[in-house]
């Protein structure tokens, strides 16, 4: 067992009262990309790849970085990639599609960088009248756990991701 995801859903977001923002909430342009690449390497400690103790953890961090890089090259109506900044730094990023989460990081922590930008993010979706929204994070991140049931988020269901190594296969 390598980690626990848990889904969260979040219904009745046109009538919620979400908290002001703080910090500036833009999407992001070419000038960013440097920065989100770097908070993509190095924000996250959770999920199935890092948690895995046999999984070597640059490798893990650099599948972060080839999202991001996928994010900037795909950006649609659909999918999205903004960034949370306060002042002229790069705080937090947020790659999201309509209805759903994809990443999120926030630099340094313990700022209510993460917890600004998630709002933001339900902000977007609450003025283009989506409702509900869904959302899978893992369970062993409590800041992410938190800053869910915060908005509002309920947990419908956990599910276990296991990984199977050959043997040599990450050597």
Do not use: I
């Not at 400690?45 to 046999?54: C, V």
């Not at 999201?96 to 600004?116: H, Q």
């Amino acid at each position: 067992l390598v980690d626990t995801s848990l889904h969260g859903e979040l219904t009745g977001l046109q009538a919620r009262t979400l908290p002001e923002p703080r910090f500036a909430f833009r999407p992001a342009g070419a000038a960013d990309m440097a920065a989100v690449e770097r908070m993509a390497a190095a924000g996250f400690e959770f999920g199935r790849y890092h948690t895995d103790p046999l999984f070597p953890r640059d490798l893990a961090d650099r599948r972060y970085v080839h999202w991001v890089r996928n994010a900037f090259a795909n950006r649609s109506a659909e999918d999205q990639l903004s960034v949370l900044c306060d002042g002229p730094e790069v705080r937090g990023f947020f790659h999201f599609v309509t209805r759903g989460v994809r990443l999120l990081a926030a630099s340094p922590p313990g700022k209510g960088y993460g917890r600004d930008l998630f709002a933001n993010v339900l902000r977007v979706w609450q003025r283009s009248g989506v409702d509900a929204v869904t959302s899978k994070l893992s369970g062993a991140n409590p800041a992410s756990v938190n800053a869910h049931a915060s908005m509002g988020f309920r947990f419908t269901r956990a599910s276990l991701t296991y990984h199977w190594h050959p043997a040599g296969a990450l050597v």
